[in-house]
């Protein structure tokens, strides 16, 4: 269903039954599917690039995450997962994550 412009403000239960529950939905499909990936991208080609700078994994990750402009729900959840793309796609094996360094995985 398209919505129908108006200058009338949508309810307070509109908000709520409608557009708040698609926002979570969108906000939740980004977490579990497109953050993670651009943020051990992001990660990866700084590391390979020479471009990447002493700090923690944490700032890292917070560096790149930043871009979203979204309230990160569940950290924990989100860095297992930028630590398996780094390691599967990336060869790339972190060592240490205060300062960050890997090592690079040779198949």
Same mark, same amino acid.
């Given at each position: 269903?398209?919505?129908?412009?108006?200058?009338?403000d949508?309810?307070?239960?509109?908000?709520?039954? *409608?557009?708040? @529950?698609?926002?979570?939905?969108?906000?939740?499909?980004?977490?579990?599917? *497109?953050? @993670?990936? *651009?943020?051990?991208?992001?990660?990866?080609?700084?590391?390979?690039?020479?471009?990447?700078?002493?700090a923690?994994?944490?700032?890292?990750?917070?560096?790149?995450?930043?871009?979203?402009?979204?309230?990160?729900?569940?950290?924990?959840?989100?860095?297992?997962? *930028?630590?398996?793309? &780094?390691?599967?796609?990336?060869? &790339?094996?972190?060592?240490?994550?205060?300062? &960050?360094?890997?090592?690079?995985?040779?198949?």
């Amino acid at each position: 269903m398209i919505r129908k412009c108006t200058d009338e403000d949508i309810s307070d239960g509109e908000c709520e039954k *409608v557009i708040d @529950p698609f926002y979570d939905n969108y906000d939740s499909y980004l977490e579990e599917y *497109v953050i @993670p990936e *651009v943020i051990a991208f992001y990660i990866a080609s700084s590391f390979y690039r020479n471009a990447m700078w002493e700090a923690t994994f944490k700032q890292h990750f917070n560096s790149a995450y930043d871009t979203f402009n979204l309230i990160c729900k569940n950290y924990k959840k989100m860095k297992a997962e *930028v630590i398996k793309l &780094l390691r599967l796609k990336y060869s &790339l094996e972190i060592i240490s994550e205060d300062p &960050l360094d890997f090592k690079i995985i040779e198949y």
